[in-house]
């Protein structure tokens, strides 16, 4: 995965959460209130995770790239560097996944009750409110897509800089 890509998954998952359209409100009191809440705190600690991720993606490619392209008679102590930010890259991909996980169920638990809510008044049958729903539903059903589809890349990422640490294990 090139640099642009893992940031542009970046930058995808970060409008994921973003995408959501949650906002915090004081003094929550209906459960649409306070599942709101809920979802833009679990938006909140996923965005600063993310906002995290381009550097430290581009710091362990950068260490890579130091480390088999050395001309140098040792390059075990940029191997060395490469796996500390590889593991420090894994422990970031851990943290993004319970709080991806955590901003899913959230925005889920949110949508769901503000639909209750919004059927409730479509009781009326005002057409309005039936098209804002069904936009709603899809606007949340795309975000939470790019949000799966960006840790299952980033995921992936990981996957192949473990790969790579582990051919160039005892190789150099």
Known sequence: MSTSTSSRVCVALVLAA??????SLAGCQTATERSEAAAASAA???RGDLNRAPANIQMTIDRLASTVGAQKASRAGDFEVFGRNLASLREQG????????????AANTYFRDWAR???REAASGSPVLDETLASRGDNSQAALRLLRDGR????RLIGTMTAIETSLTGNL
């Open 18 to 23: 973003a995408g959501l359209g949650i906002a």
């Open 44 to 46: 909140t600690s996923f």
């Open 94 to 105: 851990r943290r993004v996944g319970i709080q991806a996980d955590r901003a899913e169920s």
């Open 117 to 119: 809510d919004a059927n």
């Open 152 to 155: 299952a890349s980033f995921a």
